[in-house]
């Protein structure tokens, strides 16, 4: 199409409220525009690249036996009600009400759709295993919409759903949709995706992570082994050595301490040796629960959240909750609080809490002598340089990422809480075990982005592009450039090359900071100057190519290129 | 792929709920399931036919110049309050509020949103004129949803909106959209659709009607020339003749007399010759509206709501409010209300109306010689045997139909309200100009199988079938069979065909019957029999078509069979 009829404004600025490169580009390059907050309309290159990537992602999908369906958005409350989580969601989950005031949903995620869809269907043990896919909207709430598409509170997701007797055989198709989803991050164009181990409780779970510094989530990196995990799941390991002499517990005065960095320096301790509590409160009702840990270490929600449920917030403590902010403490704690321990405070002595008294700490601790019967779980973030749960070196690495792809063995979660069973082969009835495969495209989307700009634009690669080719005719006015532009427009055409097409009587900076702002692989650009030399340009967006060829064998030429380019993703 | 694999579960009872063919098919067939009240999930072989249709009105919305884009589902209230449809589009749009209590709505349509996405862009003449659309979601909250997806309440819909600065520019395209649409409706194999002209108010509009049983609009069709026409807006022509001799007005007792025809019986009057009174509410400010018409006519409320906006609903009379239902005329009425007339009583003279006290009418009625001042309005339905408002001839024919699509010259009515605006070449300030443009796609699956279908289940048009071939392999424990049925799978997959097979060990009863319900245009059978000929059978659903051909040259001939097939639509 022309250039000239693309709707859409383009301009230099970056927005004042765009805090990373993709979101500002996109902006700029006449991709999307803002509705309301976390929530976009797309112009036509990017509804161009969106349709690319979903035709990617189903040939992957279909490629491994999914079947494509599609599922409502608008949901009746009475389905989250079946599987608990009508109550569970959270903000997140936007109720509303018919004009019956009937109670709706908008989904947020489509586990209770897809029970409701096959609950029938899958009665028999013979029907399995199967898998549904659909490529639809979500609606999620979001506290804080940010970064454009990487956190919408509208946006396009592919959900899938697979269905199984026996944990062999999901864990068998797990590894398949392992495979396609590598497939599809390669074909997409995301050069280093992480499939960073997670868990939800017991179950196994994978995120695909894009490593990059604008990333909102974390990945544990082993640089010995190819240990790669969710650094809010991943186990962290402590060596704990008890000193030989274990001292007494003892009240020592600890005037103006406020942090666990003013009491090392009044003590002379590492923190190391100190104990960190960490309060929460239930949302059901409002009951606290303190968490202790090392000083040296923080609480993961995500642990936390898995052991107790999501039915818990940070604290906000009251005068009358008896707790001593600052000075909290397992030693001659009141009763009536939820209290865990993380297992770095395990195998202890000689350490230092608080006392539970203001401005007050105890010297001395040993948790296992002193408080009893203490159980201690996993509650610890990996940090950087902290032990390999794999290899066990000290050779953790921590960086940001996006998660763009989400793999959970799930279960009978929903199939239990929602009564669908079948009969297996002795007649007995089961709950078929669910794996769930989510991937955003928007945040997809912008993450290619990320990954492939320069400060003049997006770099898109061939296979999402919105056009192969961008074909440049610099000074319409002569004709004889015209001509030679106009023919090749044609050509390319006929070859079933997609081409934006700039014939605009506009200065050269203008048509290419356009060029450049819609990132198209392969530019074609007619001018007099070249035509002087009957040739025209032929170079890549990220200018690693750049070519003048005759007129005769430029339709070749950009074929070549753009099946190399092709070749390379 | 394998039938057997197939997600959905086939049926041969009519579900109870289900008052059409289309519906009852589509369920029995397993393409979809209710979710709840209007909503629906769609299984794989819908998923697959609504792709292929949403790909055929791709490539005709981009052959006229048409930019594909996206509007998010979610919208603020606050664009729907620019516009003024917030308040005035009554229960189906579903409003909602956000986690920060922000009033958001799911968008039924998206003129509003369309607007937000170009007003910047659209500043200039040069700009003009463009089209965009969209394939997406849209939610009504009907009142009584019915017929499976004929009156759903979320759907799938193909919108477009066209930006001009002339009306002579949106004219001569819309021209364009109007021969766009027809190209669409015969892709996808809808028979026999009329483009019935419409109004809303004063502009043009056009509603594609499926003529069919089971569609609840109606369209009038003269018989003796090309004159089709929506029947709520097509212009309601009556010939009055005066008599000669005018009666005096004349008080009545009229007892027991409760209808028109009571009346016609009572008094020894032709229909004609009586008014009929029929009473509406306004919305806002519960006024009443008495609008007097023919006795034998019946009110159009998409007329009256053109001529007073959508500020109506049917009246309930309360004691209260001077009004003697039944006994209703326009002589002697109480005033406060606002009165209208139909132009059928326009030149009338001997009239019999109600008296406005309770069992009495009057005869003689002359209402512009006996009520002063009145006007008259064209309030009427259009009727079996009216007159033709184009050649004049009594030829007026009203079938019944199903709207599929809708072109609507809306001109400003939104640009103006949004403030939407260009520099024209003179450097003032105009409102672009807009057609809008619809096609509900849940509904045109549901009208294509009321098209084509016979007792046993859908036949789709190739151009839009899940699959294009069936192939039945009949006692694949038969291995000779099964070794062939199993090679022309693989040829005809190698080929590019999109095959459904059914190797399932059942009887050919049932294997039949699912290939009936699945309407795939061409099937194969491998069966014993046939394999004592070394031959295949190869028919259409319809069965008009029906051959055996040998093995070797099967894959032949069913490619041919589907070019046939193909070339046909």
Redesign the interface.
């Known amino acids: 199409?022309k250039l000239e009829?693309?709707?859409?404004?383009r301009f230099k600025e970056m927005p004042a409220d765009c805090e990373i490169e993709s979101h500002g580009l996109m902006i700029r390059g006449g991709y999307m525009?803002q509705?309301?907050s976390g929530?976009?309309?797309?112009?036509?290159p990017?509804?161009?690249i969106?349709?690319k990537i979903e035709q990617i992602i189903r040939e992957e999908m279909d490629a491994i036996?999914g079947?494509?369906?599609?599922?409502?958005?608008?949901?009746?409350a009475s389905?989250w009600e079946e599987s608990g989580r009508y109550e569970d969601a959270g903000?997140e989950l936007?109720?509303?009400k018919?004009?019956n005031n009937?109670p709706?949903v908008?989904a947020m995620s489509h586990e209770e759709?897809v029970v409701?869809?096959?609950r029938?269907?899958g009665q028999s043990y013979a029907?399995y295993p199967?898998m549904?896919y659909?490529i639809q909207?979500k609606?999620r709430?979001e506290?804080r919409p940010r970064n454009g598409l990487i956190r919408a509170?509208?946006f396009m997701m592919k959900d899938a759903y697979s269905f199984h007797t026996t944990w062999e055989d999901l864990n068998e198709y797990y590894s398949k949709f392992f495979e396609a989803y590598e497939k599809i991050f390669k074909r997409v164009g995301i050069p280093e995706i992480i499939a960073a181990v997670s868990s939800t409780g017991s179950n196994m779970c994978h995120k695909f992570m894009f490593i990059n510094p604008v990333g909102e989530d974390t990945v544990a990196l082993c640089s010995e082994c190819d240990y790669r995990a969710d650094a809010e799941t991943a186990e962290s390991i402590v060596e704990n050595k008890r000193s030989e002499v274990s001292e007494e517990i003892k009240l020592v005065h600890t005037p103006d301490i406020r942090t666990i960095e003013d009491l090392c320096r009044f003590l002379n301790l590492p923190k190391e040796k100190t104990y960190k509590a960490v309060v929460y409160q239930k949302n059901s009702n409002d009951d606290y629960v303190i968490l202790f840990i090392r000083g040296d270490l923080d609480v993961s929600e995500t642990k936390l959240k898995n052991y107790l449920g999501d039915d818990i917030r940070p604290a906000i403590i009251t005068e009358d909750s008896g707790i001593t902010p600052g000075f909290i403490g397992p030693y001659n704690l009141k009763e009536g609080y939820t209290v865990l321990f993380d297992k770095s405070l395990k195998n202890t002595n000689n350490m230092c809490s608080g006392a539970n008294i203001f401005d007050y700490h105890y010297t001395g601790l040993d948790v296992e002598r002193d408080c009893g019967n203490v159980e201690f779980h996993d509650f610890a973030k990996i940090k950087d340089g902290s032990i390999c749960p794999k290899c066990g070196r000290h050779s953790i690495k921590i960086s940001k990422g996006i998660e763009l792809g989400t793999m959970l063995q799930i279960g009978t979660k929903y199939t239990e809480a929602m009564g669908m069973q079948y009969l297996d082969k002795e007649g007995k009835s089961q709950c078929p075990i669910m794996g769930c495969y989510g991937i955003g495209i928007g945040r997809l989307v912008a993450s290619i982005c990320e990954a492939h700009h320069d400060s003049y634009g997006p770099i898109w690669p061939i296979s999402i592009a919105p056009w192969q080719v961008h074909l440049c005719c610099v000074r319409p006015d002569n004709l004889e450039v015209k001509k030679v532009a106009d023919k090749l427009y044609e050509e390319l055409l006929k070859h079933n090359i997609e081409v934006i097409y700039d014939d605009r009587n506009v200065s050269t900076g203008v048509m290419f900071s356009d060029a450049d702002l819609l990132g198209v692989p392969v530019r074609v650009v007619a001018s007099p100057r070249n035509m002087k030399e009957n040739c025209v340009e032929i170079a890549t967006r990220d200018k690693s190519i750049s070519l003048k060829v005759p007129v005769d064998e430029a339709v070749e030429e950009i074929m070549n290129l753009i099946n190399k380019l092709k070749a390379e993703v």
Chains 1, 2 share one sequence.
């Open positions: 199409m009829k693309l709707v859409g404004d525009k509705v309301a929530i976009y309309s797309s112009y036509t990017l509804r161009r969106t349709r036996d079947q494509e369906v599609q599922l409502p958005v608008l949901l009746p389905l903000k936007l109720p509303l018919d004009r009937g709706l908008l759709a409701h869809l096959v029938e269907y029907k199967f549904l659909q909207t609606v709430d506290a509170r509208e």
